[in-house]
DNA sequence: GTCTATATCATGATAGAC
DNA sequence: GTCTATCATGATATAGAC
């Protein structure tokens, strides 16, 4: 393999993705991820034909990022709290690192999911196993009894949302200021664990 | 005024409505409207001279619908859990009604929230209050202590992401049953409800 | 592989007839 | 007020020199 070409094209991959990631792909313009690569357009389409082929390459990359473990974390040996507050933790770790994800996804997949289909089928994720998981846990009257389905759209709700809505927490809640907000979400994974423990432990008689 | 101007004028306003919510600003086409308006496309500049002034005119129109007045019911006389009860189901309602408005606004928000911004501050929305009746509440006893902002955020989250992650939860968890999808979304509202209460209220000993 | 120049096309916006 | 025709711009994509 070519030096130069292994360089301009993770050059590439990586302006794309700042520049998709902030912008979407309707609202980015190959021009600038080319001066954002320090190269010229014309390369940008020499490496990628297209700014669709293009996208599609940042897309499946941020996706298969953006959806960690989280089910081999959940069918882990430990007990349901354990799993819980382990992908609580994992969640928000991820998302105050790229905090640009959840937006960026919440956008493309509005506009068309299609791509996220691909890749989820390609991967086989499959939230069944899970679902039983936490169905028994229940059964056995560690948590209270609810739709699991409903549980872990609680619990991804909570953590993703905030990020993916900042504009509006910074904003309404903290008068516009960016730091405030920042140490905000940073307690978030706290906040969860506790929260979302209190609410489904099945409290004991003492 | 004149009959035929006010009905083109609502026709325009509704086409373009349809288009934004689905495509965005950046999506949507002045094309799109004209035809889904049934008009020629010079028309819709006559009426608004921009695309620009055009969707701002919806984006305002949408948000001040999509922020009905929670805050009202929270400084209502209800006691604290009654409220949270008519905040869940004012919520859902509207999301269940008008599903496209999360998608819609998470993707503008994260474009460019200067338009939102203007509009609450001319609104004068202010969630100190609220904050405030909350932490009394807590104060008093009757439910756990934690930061208001945080248990207000947990609860939009809820009511709000699984609509605008509709994509999502219907491919990932229903197989990509759009009826299995919509039941479970009308069932959050008293899903929700029970789950929250469950998290906050304090148990008095028997 | 990398650049400049250009083809091609789509879109927002306007001019001008009726 | 409404239409047809057209402009002006800006974007993707390609051709061809180096």
Redesign the interface.
Known sequence: MNQKSDKTEEKILEAAKSVFLK??M??ARMQEIADEAGINKALVHYYFRSKEKLFTAIFTNVITYAFPKISKILLSDSDIITKIEQVIDAYIGVLLKHSYIP??L??E???D?SG??KI?AKYG?N?EPVIGAIQKEMDEGRI?Q??P??L???I???C???F??R???Q???FR?DPVATQH?LE??AE??K???V???VI?QKE
């Open positions: 912008k979407g309707e609202g937006g960026f919440m956008k997949l509005n506009r999911p996220l289909f989820i994720f939230p209270i609810m739709d389905r409903h872990i759209v609680n991804i709700s909570m993703v949302f905030p993916a809505a504009p509006i927490v904003y309404v809640g516009d905000f307690e978030r906040v969860l506790k929260f979302i209190n609410a489904i409290k």
